[in-house]
């Protein structure tokens, strides 16, 4: 695994070469591996967990059901929508009960959910409803808001789903039959959508999970994270594209394979603090385990070559209904919410299979946190040679007791540039994700600007989450 990691983080973008600095402009760098550091002195990498907050949805209409999934939320200027399939299945029975169906459910502050009565397609004879597509691909309809800024108005909205089959009365999904691959949507408000290919143009691969496409912004394309089988174990594979109709060959994504598990969703996402580090939250498929589910944590800066973490980062217990077959899936999209800043939002599956609804959970992460390095005694940090392009530096941490911080800035050889030690700085500490180092007799940032520094922090009882200069 450590082999592994050093691999990865030789390829990531943040590497540099001897006489280099790093470029990180404004983005918010996460302390999530040693992409950013050169030498590190005591302290420890502590992943974290998000906390269980209430019940966002529980799909308890008729076109809705136990087996309503692959929820995908994301925000569109001043609302947030979460888009998910409507499905119920007869566990007494052991059958599917309807046809599944695209819905919809919106907010204004990403906690209390209504499901809007649209009247676009007709279930049982009434159009009064939340659902939002009725045809190809309703088994995983995966939308997104295009930030592409040459895309049309009319197709501000765009999805990618796969096929189904017809039997008996109603559509359901298969691998086996029918026709395979992904095919392409879009849409101008998001609730009237179309379909824009004729045939699935993504073909190589498996695809019945959620496969997930949005704008890259560090490529200037549009990629697609879908599902493979490699050797019977379900992966996850990459495409890209330049115009949305025409993508590459998939190929499958990197990380430890040191332990082969099934990862069945891959919730991967640009972060919007850094849009050059992709976080993914795949749920880890335990087939022998009474096919349960639990989502752990990865990240990549190419987003191709990931760093997975082992532990389950929605564990059954987070609160309750999370144990059974397929009930623990994060959802795909990670939301700053108004009512707090200072937290994501995180929003996970539960109750599936049981009943005649299941339900959506949201959880609270504190902002940057997916991990930190801890310091209980003291530690210390050096970054490799950063390019400073802003006026002020800025930490995300949370000190215990009687904990501090200092910074000291460094030149090429370690040596404390003047002005700009630990000793002529304020000590720094509390509980902060935009905390200002600041130095005395009123030196500036901006003095260091277009130069190479390396940044020393000293901590005591304190986790540091995150680094920037903006």
Wanted: net charge neutral; proline share 5%; glycine share 8%.
């Amino acid at each position: 695994m450590t082999r592994f990691i050093a691999l990865v983080l030789t390829a990531i973008s943040l590497s540099v070469q001897a006489g280099e600095s790093i470029k990180i402009g404004n983005n918010v760098q996460l302390l999530v591996d040693d992409a950013l550091i050169e030498r590190q002195i005591n302290g420890e990498r502590v992943y974290h967990r998000p906390t269980p907050k209430e019940v966002a949805i529980t799909t308890d209409a008729p076109w809705e059901g136990n087996v309503s999934a692959y929820f995908t939320f994301l925000q569109d200027g001043d609302e947030f929508r979460a888009y998910y399939r409507g499905s119920h299945y007869d566990t007494e029975r052991k059958l599917v009960t309807h046809r599944e169906v695209t819905c919809v459910a919106v907010s204004k502050d990403g906690i209390t959910w209504s499901k809007p009565e649209l009247g676009i397609w007709e279930f049982d004879g009434n159009k009064q409803n939340n659902i939002v597509w009725d045809g190809i691909g309703t088994h995983c309809f995966a939308p997104f808001v295009d930030t592409n800024p040459d895309c049309p108005p009319e197709q501000r909205y765009k999805a990618v789903s796969r096929g189904r089959y017809v039997t008996g009365d109603f559509e359901v999904p298969s691998r086996q039959k029918g026709i395979t691959g992904l095919y392409l949507f879009t849409s101008a408000d998001g609730l009237n959508w179309k379909q824009i290919s004729d045939k699935p143009v993504i073909t190589d691969g498996a695809f019945d999970s959620q496969n997930i496409a949005f704008w890259d912004s560090n490529k200037n394309k549009y990629v697609c994270y879908s599902r493979l089988f490699i050797n019977g174990v379900r992966a996850i594979q990459y495409c890209e594209s330049d115009d949305f109709r025409h993508w590459t060959k998939p190929i499958p994504i990197n990380y430890a394979k040191a332990y082969r598990e099934h990862l069945y969703t891959n919730a991967i996402q640009q972060y919007s603090r850094n849009p050059s580090l992709y976080i993914g939250l795949p749920t880890r498929y335990l087939p022998k385990e009474d096919s349960r589910v639990e989502p752990i944590f990865m990240h990549s800066h190419d987003g191709i070559n990931f760093i997975r973490h082992s532990e389950a980062f929605i564990p059954e217990s987070f609160p309750k209904e999370r144990s059974g077959n397929r009930s623990n899936y994060a959802c795909r999209g990670i939301l700053t919410l108004p009512h707090n800043a200072n937290t994501l939002s995180i929003y996970g599956s539960e109750a599936y299979y049981t009943g005649k609804d299941s339900r959506v959970r949201r959880f609270e992460l504190r902002t940057d946190g997916f991990a930190s390095i801890r310091a209980t005694g003291q530690a210390q940090i050096f970054t490799k040679p950063i390019l400073i392009e802003g006026d002020a530096i800025y930490l995300n941490n949370q000190t215990r007791g009687k904990g501090s911080i200092w910074v000291d800035l460094l030149d090429k050889n370690d040596k404390p540039i003047p002005g700009f030690s630990k000793y002529e700085a304020n000590s720094m500490g509390g509980d902060s994700v935009h905390n200002e180092v600041v130095w005395k007799q009123g030196r500036s940032l901006k003095e260091l600007r277009g130069k190479a520094v390396k940044i020393h922090i000293t901590f005591s009882s304190t986790d540091l989450y995150s680094i920037q200069i903006k």
